[in-house]
């Protein structure tokens, strides 16, 4: 399984960038998908998730301003980011609980490779 992240770049403060990740090969389903980010010299924080079912749950500083959705269909889970701010600047990161079989009820986990993210002042 491989998830592949696109859409990061460079945008002036006030801006609006969508991230794209899109799952790939032996899937039966993803359970939660989520994106997480790294700002230089922290941590990997999360900052949204969303079920299967479409259930969704925000860090606090991203309310109001992104919005994560998904289509079960294409394995692929977007997060839309208003009102960016220069504090967002980090590299975006997607996870994904993905099962291989409907043999095997359990899930495991998946990254992508990131996608820099930048907002200027």
């Known amino acids: 399984v491989q998830l592949q992240a696109s859409g990061g770049g460079l945008v002036p403060g006030g801006g609006s960038l969508r991230l794209s990740c899109a799952a790939s090969?032996?899937?039966?389903?993803?359970?939660?998908m989520a994106w997480y980010r790294q700002a230089p010299g922290k941590q990997r924080d999360l900052v949204a998730v969303?079920?299967?079912?479409?259930?969704?749950n925000y860090e606090d500083s991203v309310k109001g301003r992104f919005t994560i959705a998904r289509d079960n269909a294409k394995n692929t889970v977007f997060l839309q980011m208003n009102s960016l701010k220069p504090e967002d600047t980090a590299v975006y990161y997607c996870?994904?609980?993905?099962?291989?079989?409907?043999?095997?009820?359990?899930?495991?986990?998946?990254w992508g490779q990131g996608t820099l993210v930048t907002v200027s002042s």
């Open positions: 969303i079920t299967r079912a479409g259930n969704t």
């Open positions: 996870n994904a609980q993905v099962r291989i079989s409907a043999a095997f009820s359990f899930a495991r986990e998946y």
């Open positions: 090969g032996t899937i039966f389903s993803i359970n939660d």
